[in-house]
């Protein structure tokens, strides 16, 4: 399942990923860090090969759902439909 958190960048760069979101991530563990246009993917080092291209498709489709966000091109929906459609990505 998909999960989405807001977090801020310090004024050293440093950012906290949400405890949730890190719960099968271990302190040590070693990330890649992917530059999309708006966007930074983290994924774990050892798991890189693997399906990098339907990561940066999730990237691109998000980063479009962004900037029709900003043009108030959105809908309102109720949570469980909100999961529904999260997953047909």
Do not use: C, H
């Not at 949730?20 to 050892?46: M, P, S, T, W, Y």
């Not at 399906?51 to 309102?76: C, H, S």
């Amino acid at each position: 399942m998909t999960q989405i958190d807001i977090t801020r960048i310090s004024s050293k760069g440093q950012i906290v990923i949400p405890l949730e979101l890190r719960k099968d991530f271990n302190e040590g563990d070693k990330l890649i860090v992917i530059r999309n246009k708006d966007q930074i993917i983290l994924k774990k080092a050892d798991n890189f090969d693997k399906n990098i291209e339907e990561d940066l498709e999730f990237a691109r489709r998000t980063e479009e759902a962004w900037k029709r966000y900003e043009k108030g091109e959105f809908k309102t929906m109720e949570f469980d439909d909100f999961l529904e459609e999260i997953e047909k990505w």
